[in-house]
Protein backbone atom coordinates (compact mmCIF):
# COMPACT_ATOMS: atom_id res chain seq x y z
CA UNK A 1 0.00 0.00 0.00
CA UNK A 2 1.22 3.48 -0.95
CA UNK A 3 1.27 6.21 1.58
CA UNK A 4 1.74 10.00 0.21
CA UNK A 5 2.19 12.21 3.11
CA UNK A 6 2.03 15.94 3.38
CA UNK A 7 4.82 17.06 1.73
CA UNK A 8 4.41 14.86 -1.25
CA UNK A 9 1.42 16.00 -1.70
CA UNK A 10 2.65 19.64 -1.25
CA UNK A 11 5.14 18.77 -4.38
CA UNK A 12 3.03 16.91 -7.03
CA UNK A 13 -0.38 18.33 -6.53
CA UNK A 14 0.50 21.75 -8.00
CA UNK A 15 -2.35 24.08 -9.78
CA UNK A 16 -1.33 23.35 -12.86
CA UNK A 17 -2.05 19.44 -11.92
CA UNK A 18 -5.26 19.49 -9.84
CA UNK A 19 -7.54 22.15 -11.72
CA UNK A 20 -8.27 20.42 -14.46
CA UNK A 21 -8.36 17.28 -12.44
CA UNK A 22 -11.24 19.13 -10.28
CA UNK A 23 -13.09 20.18 -13.39
CA UNK A 24 -13.55 16.38 -15.15
CA UNK A 25 -14.44 15.62 -11.34
CA UNK A 26 -17.15 18.07 -11.20
CA UNK A 27 -18.49 17.19 -15.03
CA UNK A 28 -18.36 13.64 -13.61
CA UNK A 29 -20.05 14.33 -10.29
CA UNK A 30 -22.91 16.27 -12.26
CA UNK A 31 -23.60 13.87 -15.42
CA UNK A 32 -23.84 11.09 -12.45
CA UNK A 33 -20.91 8.86 -13.21
CA UNK A 34 -20.04 9.09 -10.19
CA UNK A 35 -21.15 7.68 -6.38
CA UNK A 36 -21.04 9.42 -3.72
CA UNK A 37 -23.14 9.89 0.05
CA UNK A 38 -23.79 12.69 1.61
CA UNK A 39 -21.11 13.43 4.24
CA UNK A 40 -21.63 12.59 7.41
CA UNK A 41 -20.20 15.00 10.46
CA UNK A 42 -19.89 14.23 13.94
CA UNK A 43 -20.31 17.16 16.27
CA UNK A 44 -16.92 16.63 18.73
CA UNK A 45 -15.78 19.27 21.62
CA UNK A 46 -16.74 22.96 21.31
CA UNK A 47 -16.65 23.51 17.16
CA UNK A 48 -14.45 20.42 16.52
CA UNK A 49 -15.73 17.97 14.30
CA UNK A 50 -15.20 14.87 12.33
CA UNK A 51 -16.37 13.90 9.15
CA UNK A 52 -16.60 10.68 7.12
CA UNK A 53 -16.78 11.06 2.98
CA UNK A 54 -17.31 8.02 0.98
CA UNK A 55 -17.76 7.57 -2.41
CA UNK A 56 -16.72 5.93 -6.05
CA UNK A 57 -15.21 7.79 -9.35
CA UNK A 58 -17.69 5.47 -11.22
CA UNK A 59 -19.23 1.72 -11.23
CA UNK A 60 -15.99 0.09 -12.05
CA UNK A 61 -13.57 2.74 -10.86
CA UNK A 62 -11.51 3.81 -7.97
CA UNK A 63 -13.76 3.93 -4.69
CA UNK A 64 -12.75 5.32 -1.02
CA UNK A 65 -13.17 7.54 1.65
CA UNK A 66 -12.37 10.77 3.12
CA UNK A 67 -11.59 10.74 7.22
CA UNK A 68 -11.08 14.30 8.10
CA UNK A 69 -11.18 16.21 11.62
CA UNK A 70 -11.63 19.60 11.73
CA UNK A 71 -9.90 22.10 14.64
CA UNK A 72 -10.70 25.41 14.04
CA UNK A 73 -8.23 26.35 16.87
CA UNK A 74 -5.86 24.53 15.29
CA UNK A 75 -4.81 27.46 13.23
CA UNK A 76 -3.94 29.98 16.58
CA UNK A 77 -1.77 27.00 17.53
CA UNK A 78 0.34 26.74 14.11
CA UNK A 79 -1.92 23.37 13.31
CA UNK A 80 -3.35 22.67 10.21
CA UNK A 81 -7.48 23.00 10.68
CA UNK A 82 -8.29 20.05 9.04
CA UNK A 83 -6.38 16.88 8.99
CA UNK A 84 -7.11 13.10 8.26
CA UNK A 85 -6.97 10.73 5.33
CA UNK A 86 -8.02 9.79 1.71
CA UNK A 87 -7.94 5.95 1.50
CA UNK A 88 -8.23 4.61 -2.11
CA UNK A 89 -9.22 1.10 -2.87
CA UNK A 90 -8.48 -1.02 -6.12
CA UNK A 91 -11.71 -1.75 -8.44
CA UNK A 92 -10.50 -5.04 -9.27
CA UNK A 93 -9.25 -6.47 -6.11
CA UNK A 94 -10.86 -4.73 -3.55
CA UNK A 95 -7.91 -4.13 -1.81
CA UNK A 96 -6.76 -0.50 -0.50
CA UNK A 97 -4.09 0.84 -2.55
CA UNK A 98 -3.16 4.05 -1.53
CA UNK A 99 -3.46 6.31 2.00
CA UNK A 100 -2.85 9.72 1.07
CA UNK A 101 -2.79 13.01 3.75
CA UNK A 102 -6.27 14.56 3.26
CA UNK A 103 -5.49 18.10 4.56
CA UNK A 104 -2.92 18.65 1.85
CA UNK A 105 -5.13 17.73 -0.70
CA UNK A 106 -8.36 19.20 0.67
CA UNK A 107 -6.43 22.68 0.75
CA UNK A 108 -5.20 22.24 -2.57
CA UNK A 109 -8.56 21.14 -4.52
CA UNK A 110 -10.63 23.14 -2.75
CA UNK A 111 -8.87 26.26 -3.94
CA UNK A 112 -8.57 24.46 -7.11
CA UNK A 113 -12.25 24.14 -7.55
CA UNK A 114 -12.88 27.56 -6.50
CA UNK A 115 -10.61 28.43 -9.64
CA UNK A 116 -12.47 26.06 -11.63
CA UNK A 117 -15.72 28.12 -10.64
CA UNK A 118 -13.90 31.37 -11.40
CA UNK A 119 -12.98 30.66 -14.66
CA UNK A 120 -16.42 29.63 -15.35
CA UNK A 121 -18.29 32.09 -13.79
CA UNK A 122 -16.11 35.27 -13.46
CA UNK A 123 -16.08 38.39 -15.91
CA UNK A 124 -13.47 37.67 -18.38
CA UNK A 125 -11.74 40.95 -17.32
CA UNK A 126 -11.69 40.34 -13.66
CA UNK A 127 -8.82 41.41 -12.18
CA UNK A 128 -9.41 42.27 -8.79
CA UNK A 129 -9.31 39.67 -5.90
CA UNK A 130 -10.81 40.03 -2.47
CA UNK A 131 -10.21 37.46 -0.06
CA UNK A 132 -11.96 37.29 3.84
CA UNK A 133 -9.93 34.71 5.68
CA UNK A 134 -6.25 34.62 6.62
CA UNK A 135 -5.86 31.12 7.17
CA UNK A 136 -4.58 28.18 4.64
CA UNK A 137 -7.19 28.30 2.73
CA UNK A 138 -6.67 31.97 1.97
CA UNK A 139 -3.38 31.04 0.55
CA UNK A 140 -4.67 28.81 -1.58
CA UNK A 141 -6.83 30.74 -2.80
CA UNK A 142 -4.65 33.52 -3.14
CA UNK A 143 -2.29 31.03 -5.65
CA UNK A 144 -5.23 28.88 -7.12
CA UNK A 145 -7.62 31.92 -8.68
CA UNK A 146 -4.38 33.24 -10.23
CA UNK A 147 -3.71 30.79 -12.38
CA UNK A 148 -7.35 31.26 -14.07
CA UNK A 149 -7.29 35.39 -14.01
CA UNK A 150 -4.26 38.22 -14.02
CA UNK A 151 -4.93 38.84 -10.89
CA UNK A 152 -3.59 42.56 -10.47
CA UNK A 153 -4.16 43.33 -6.77
CA UNK A 154 -5.52 41.62 -3.48
CA UNK A 155 -7.37 43.17 -0.48
CA UNK A 156 -7.61 40.96 2.67
CA UNK A 157 -9.68 41.41 5.67
CA UNK A 158 -9.99 39.09 8.97
CA UNK A 159 -10.71 39.79 12.37
CA UNK A 160 -7.48 40.29 13.50
CA UNK A 161 -6.07 42.99 11.44
CA UNK A 162 -2.49 42.16 12.91
CA UNK A 163 -2.35 38.78 11.03
CA UNK A 164 -4.37 40.23 8.32
CA UNK A 165 -1.51 42.15 7.82
CA UNK A 166 1.04 39.78 8.17
CA UNK A 167 -0.86 37.21 5.79
CA UNK A 168 -0.65 40.24 3.27
CA UNK A 169 3.07 40.71 3.70
CA UNK A 170 3.65 37.35 3.18
CA UNK A 171 1.66 36.76 0.54
CA UNK A 172 3.11 39.25 -1.93
CA UNK A 173 6.20 38.42 -1.07
CA UNK A 174 5.32 34.65 -2.37
CA UNK A 175 3.54 35.98 -5.39
CA UNK A 176 4.80 39.55 -6.43
CA UNK A 177 1.13 41.07 -6.41
CA UNK A 178 0.11 44.01 -4.15
CA UNK A 179 -1.62 42.87 -1.23
CA UNK A 180 -3.27 45.12 1.08
CA UNK A 181 -5.25 44.55 4.32
CA UNK A 182 -8.73 46.24 4.17
CA UNK A 183 -9.56 47.77 7.87
CA UNK A 184 -13.32 46.28 6.90
CA UNK A 185 -14.88 43.82 4.91
CA UNK A 186 -16.97 46.04 3.57
CA UNK A 187 -13.84 48.15 2.55
CA UNK A 188 -11.96 44.82 1.42
CA UNK A 189 -14.93 44.06 -0.98
CA UNK A 190 -16.04 47.27 -2.50
CA UNK A 191 -13.99 47.67 -5.61
CA UNK A 192 -13.43 43.73 -6.07
CA UNK A 193 -14.15 41.34 -8.97
CA UNK A 194 -13.71 38.15 -7.40
CA UNK A 195 -14.69 37.33 -3.65
CA UNK A 196 -12.81 34.28 -1.63
CA UNK A 197 -15.10 33.75 2.12
CA UNK A 198 -12.77 31.06 3.55
CA UNK A 199 -13.31 31.57 7.19
CA UNK A 200 -14.68 30.04 10.22
CA UNK A 201 -17.67 32.76 10.77
CA UNK A 202 -20.72 31.44 12.41
CA UNK A 203 -22.81 34.44 11.02
CA UNK A 204 -22.38 36.46 7.72
CA UNK A 205 -19.46 38.57 7.43
CA UNK A 206 -20.07 39.40 3.73
CA UNK A 207 -23.51 41.37 3.29
CA UNK A 208 -24.94 41.64 -0.58
CA UNK A 209 -24.91 45.59 0.12
CA UNK A 210 -21.31 45.75 -0.19
CA UNK A 211 -21.12 43.50 -3.47
CA UNK A 212 -20.13 45.61 -6.52
CA UNK A 213 -22.27 44.84 -9.82
CA UNK A 214 -20.82 41.84 -11.65
CA UNK A 215 -18.56 40.34 -9.09
CA UNK A 216 -18.15 36.47 -8.39
CA UNK A 217 -18.42 35.28 -5.12
CA UNK A 218 -16.51 31.64 -3.89
CA UNK A 219 -18.86 31.08 -0.78
CA UNK A 220 -15.97 28.03 1.08
CA UNK A 221 -15.62 28.53 4.38
CA UNK A 222 -19.20 27.11 6.04
CA UNK A 223 -19.20 22.91 4.45
CA UNK A 224 -22.35 21.92 6.75
CA UNK A 225 -25.70 23.21 7.98
CA UNK A 226 -25.40 26.17 10.39
CA UNK A 227 -22.27 28.51 9.95
CA UNK A 228 -23.29 31.43 7.20
CA UNK A 229 -20.42 33.23 6.08
CA UNK A 230 -23.14 35.58 3.97
CA UNK A 231 -26.32 37.23 4.17
CA UNK A 232 -29.78 36.24 3.01
CA UNK A 233 -29.50 39.45 0.73
CA UNK A 234 -26.49 38.62 -1.49
CA UNK A 235 -28.07 34.53 -1.91
CA UNK A 236 -31.34 36.36 -3.04
CA UNK A 237 -29.27 38.76 -5.42
CA UNK A 238 -26.61 36.24 -7.34
CA UNK A 239 -27.67 33.60 -9.50
CA UNK A 240 -26.74 30.64 -7.27
CA UNK A 241 -24.25 27.27 -8.68
CA UNK A 242 -23.75 24.54 -6.85
CA UNK A 243 -20.86 22.30 -6.66
CA UNK A 244 -23.57 19.83 -5.79
CA UNK A 245 -27.21 20.85 -5.91
CA UNK A 246 -28.49 18.06 -3.56
CA UNK A 247 -25.60 18.75 -1.42
CA UNK A 248 -26.48 22.57 -0.73
CA UNK A 249 -30.35 21.56 -0.88
CA UNK A 250 -29.28 19.26 2.29
CA UNK A 251 -26.15 21.14 3.93
CA UNK A 252 -25.55 24.13 2.51
CA UNK A 253 -26.15 26.95 4.79
CA UNK A 254 -26.26 29.96 3.08
CA UNK A 255 -29.07 28.90 0.89
CA UNK A 256 -30.76 27.11 3.58
CA UNK A 257 -30.96 30.29 5.66
CA UNK A 258 -32.40 32.14 3.23
CA UNK A 259 -35.29 30.01 2.32
CA UNK A 260 -35.84 29.42 5.93
CA UNK A 261 -36.45 32.98 5.98
CA UNK A 262 -38.74 32.83 2.93
CA UNK A 263 -37.27 34.34 0.26
CA UNK A 264 -36.00 32.30 -1.67
CA UNK A 265 -37.23 28.26 -3.27
CA UNK A 266 -35.14 25.45 -3.91
CA UNK A 267 -35.32 26.64 -7.42
CA UNK A 268 -32.93 29.20 -6.63
CA UNK A 269 -30.05 27.04 -6.82
CA UNK A 270 -29.86 26.75 -10.76
CA UNK A 271 -27.91 24.03 -11.05
CA UNK A 272 -24.32 22.82 -10.55
CA UNK A 273 -20.79 23.91 -12.16
CA UNK A 274 -20.31 20.31 -13.38
CA UNK A 275 -23.00 21.46 -16.02
CA UNK A 276 -21.69 24.83 -16.19
CA UNK A 277 -18.80 23.22 -17.56
CA UNK A 278 -20.43 20.68 -19.76
CA UNK A 279 -22.63 23.71 -21.34
CA UNK A 280 -25.71 22.21 -19.92
CA UNK A 281 -26.86 25.50 -18.18
CA UNK A 282 -25.58 29.07 -18.63
CA UNK A 283 -23.08 30.36 -16.22
CA UNK A 284 -23.01 33.72 -15.66
CA UNK A 285 -25.55 35.72 -18.14
CA UNK A 286 -24.38 39.31 -18.19
CA UNK A 287 -21.83 41.73 -17.21
CA UNK A 288 -23.86 43.31 -14.21
CA UNK A 289 -24.91 39.86 -12.57
CA UNK A 290 -23.52 38.87 -9.25
CA UNK A 291 -22.74 34.64 -9.04
CA UNK A 292 -22.20 32.46 -5.90
CA UNK A 293 -20.45 29.18 -6.30
CA UNK A 294 -21.18 27.58 -3.15
CA UNK A 295 -18.17 25.18 -2.53
CA UNK A 296 -18.87 22.24 0.11
CA UNK A 297 -16.46 20.15 -1.20
CA UNK A 298 -16.93 16.55 -2.41
CA UNK A 299 -14.77 13.49 -2.27
CA UNK A 300 -14.50 12.91 -5.68
CA UNK A 301 -12.12 15.58 -5.72
CA UNK A 302 -10.18 14.16 -3.19
CA UNK A 303 -10.37 11.05 -5.21
CA UNK A 304 -9.49 11.90 -8.08
CA UNK A 305 -6.45 14.01 -6.70
CA UNK A 306 -5.33 10.87 -5.01
CA UNK A 307 -6.18 8.47 -8.12
CA UNK A 308 -3.18 11.60 -9.86
CA UNK A 309 -1.07 11.20 -7.44
CA UNK A 310 -0.99 7.57 -7.72
CA UNK A 311 0.36 7.62 -11.09
CA UNK A 312 4.25 8.70 -12.71
CA UNK A 313 4.64 12.04 -13.86
CA UNK A 314 2.41 13.76 -12.22
Known amino acids: MRFIDHAEVDRRLTYEVCIPIVREAMIALSAGRTRQLLRSIIPLAGTRLFGIMPGALGED????AKLISVYPENFDRGLPSHQGVVILFDPESGAPTCVADAGAITAIRTAAASAVATD??????ATRLAILGYGE?????ARAIRQVRPIEAVTVWGRSA???AAFAARM????????TAAASAEAAVAAADIVCTVTAAREPVLLGAWVRDGA???????GFAGPSEIDNALVVRARFIADSRES???QGAEFLNAKAAGLVGDEHVVGEIGQ?????IPGRQSADEVTIYKSLGHVVQDLASTQALLKEGV
Open 61 to 64: AAYG
Open 120 to 125: ALARPD
Open 137 to 141: QAATH
Open 162 to 164: DRA
Open 172 to 179: QAELGVPF
Open 216 to 222: HINVVGS
Open 248 to 250: VLA
Open 276 to 280: VLAGE
